[in-house]
């Protein structure tokens, strides 16, 4: 029996409606204030015969009705036509024409340190479209054994392929190419033992991270969408103050982004073309991926991250919906530049919830596409808005969360981590700013109290800003200076957690207070809201313990002149965000005799 239409009675969300391409186009075109995303979120989760009733698009008798009895019509949601999309095309087994003489020329380096990024650069040919002509890969016979690097057209007749080394020795490679003259060119290069870097940055102990030379990695991270869509002055200042601040991770997206505050066009963009004239979704533009290259390699001087967003649904440009041919080609295209970059993480997507047009299968697709083109095996996750993805599935290396409460975010952690078996990254766990939308005007005192939560729970929170400030310079999107109350009070904790003989793991010490640590050497206690004016313990009389209060706000550490034992009271100054590190004397390199760095 074929199936019955829905009959739209009005009362529906709005949202709901918005998630089946046919009733978001009939939506957008009665009401074209949906085209934005913001206003979409804003009014998302009202009737939509309530958001139709209010819109200045049908303000004429009868427009309300139009519009519902255009979509009683409609066929059940996800039965209706999806637009015309590129087809899936087969590359040509011989892509160089007659009469083109020998071999592609070729350089490289010859001496590589370990973390080294390797590049190798092909002097092509340039007939046709490369960028969906040719198949480039570069076998490399390693220490190790083989990887297979993908190559990228860079325009010009330039072919690139690059792979970040990590083992030290002899290292073989042969290219492999429908194109004849890209075929079969070989060459030899060694790795020194010595390193150039710590390194790509990987899971490790299950909850934690690491980079690759073994050095524990603790994120520290911050969220700027757009920064390096704003200009040369815009991004150089936002690079300044990166440097001075306690940041070692940075959220960032390729597409530029269309969203309240972040209304401005960028100089250039990743396809070939224009707003007004339309992009080539088959010929990408290399002056775009070098500049966001350029800022990538200045993170990684810095010492800071890259966790890359490849996709979002702030767009106004058409790059959220390019259907799966595009999408899959720019998946392959971005990590082939990308991927020989140390300092890079994936995000599959920023707030993935909100992409109607993507499925399930969809972004399983693009993971797959993502770890068969990265040989570094970078860590990746995917970000979401309303809903969680399921962390748990194998090719997810850490969860990256965002907030499912107004109030509660960091003291779920613990619960996470048990849930999904990995590192719990909160990425955002809301912003410091002073915006309508409460997703962004929380206190620095509250952001500093989340992360607090969140690191004494096992896991790592996320910082950003949404101050209003001039020319909608939100640090949250565009970079610029910062300007809020919590980044000093962030890189307090920094230090507490680097400082800690370990990564920090929750301890069931007490029912009313979350404390991590390793018993019987380390516990660290965080109040919170709570303003105790004393604590009382009880703990093995075998072991002393040095004592410091450790005023989270006010950026004090006070190491107390008498170590504890056994049973004691430790005097508190009876204010919230405070909290107390307990560290063994035998485990305390000056012996308890000297205070902490400040």
């Known amino acids: ?151 990228f057209y860079d325009g010009d007749g330039v072919y690139r392929a690059r792979y970040l080394v990590e083992h030290a020795g002899e290292h073989r490679f042969e290219s492999e190419s429908n194109a004849r003259t890209l075929n079969g060119i070989w060459g030899v290069f060694d790795v020194d033992a010595t390193a150039a870097g710590r390194g790509p940055v990987r899971v490790h ?29 815009l991004e150089q200042r936002t690079l300044a103050a990166l440097a001075g601040s306690p940041f070692n991770k940075i959220r960032m997206c390729v597409f530029p982004k269309s969203y309240a505050f972040n209304e401005n066009e960028p100089e250039v963009y990743p396809f070939v073309g224009s707003p007004e004239g339309g992009f080539d979704l088959q010929r990408f533009d290399p002056r775009y991926w070098a500049h966001l290259e350029q800022r990538i390699t200045e993170l990684g001087r810095l010492g800071i991250e890259a966790d890359v967003i490849l996709f979002h649904p702030y767009d106004r440009w058409g790059f959220a919906d390019m259907g799966a041919v595009a999408d899959d080609r720019y998946l392959r295209y971005a990590v082939a530049r990308l991927a020989g970059f140390a300092n890079v993480w994936w995000s599959l997507a920023n707030e993935y919830d909100l992409m109607p047009t993507k499925t399930e299968a969809d972004w399983e697709r693009f993971a797959g596409i993502v770890r068969e083109n990265d040989p570094t095996r970078h860590l990746i996750s995917i970000h979401n808005c309303f809903e969680f993805y399921d962390y748990g599935r194998e ?34 766990c809301a912003y410091e700013g002073d915006i309508d939308q409460g997703w962004g005007n929380i206190t620095g005192q509250e952001m500093v109290r989340r992360f607090w939560e969140g ?140 205070p902490p760095r400040r």
């Open 1 to 151: 029996m074929p199936p019955t239409a829905i009959t739209y009675t009005g009362d529906e969300t709005l949202g709901a409606l918005l998630k089946d391409a046919g009733a978001r186009a009939v939506l957008e075109r009665h009401m074209p204030e949906l085209g934005d995303l913001s206003t979409r979120l804003q009014l998302g989760g009202h009737p939509v015969r309530l958001v139709a009733r209010t819109s200045p698009a049908l303000r004429e008798p009868g427009a309300v009705d139009a519009l519902l009895d255009e979509l009683s019509s409609l066929p059940i949601p996800g039965n209706s036509p999806s637009p015309p999309r590129e087809a899936a095309h087969q590359v040509s087994a011989e892509y160089d024409v007659d009469g083109v003489p020998g071999s592609a020329s070729m350089r490289h380096q010859r001496r590589l340190r370990r973390f080294e990024r390797l590049e190798i650069e092909f002097n092509g040919p340039q007939h046709g479209n490369p960028f969906v002509e040719v198949d480039l890969v570069v076998h490399i016979d390693t220490p190790r054994g083989r990887v297979d690097v993908p190559g």
């Open 205 to 233: 102990d299950r909850f934690h991270f690491a980079s690759a030379d073994g050095r524990r990695f603790v994120p520290v991270g911050t969220t700027a969408y757009a920064w390096t869509h704003q200009g040369d002055a």
């Open 395 to 428: 090719w997810i290396t850490h969860a990256s969360v965002q907030r499912r409460d107004i109030y509660k975010t960091a003291e779920m952690t613990d619960e996470w981590r048990d849930a999904w078996g990995k590192p719990v990254v909160i990425d955002e």
């Open 455 to 594: 690191a004494v729970r096992g896991g790592y929170v996320g910082h950003g800003e949404t101050y209003l400030r001039e020319n909608d310079e939100l640090w949250w999107s565009k970079g610029g200076e910062l300007v809020g109350s919590s980044p000093d009070r962030i890189a307090l904790l920094r230090r507490v957690m680097e400082d800690a003989p370990a990564a920090l793991e929750p301890v069931a010490h007490d029912w009313d207070i979350p404390s991590a640590g390793i018993p019987g050497r380390y516990m660290l206690f965080y109040y919170g809201f709570n303003q105790p004016r004393f604590r009382r313990f009880l703990w093995d009389p075998d072991v002393a313990y040095t004592v410091d209060v450790i005023d989270t706000w006010n950026m004090t550490i006070e190491r107390l002149p008498e170590p504890v034992r056994g049973r004691f009271t430790i005097e508190l100054p009876g204010r919230p965000y405070m909290a107390l590190r307990f560290q063994a004397i035998d485990a305390d390199s000056d012996g308890g005799q000297n």
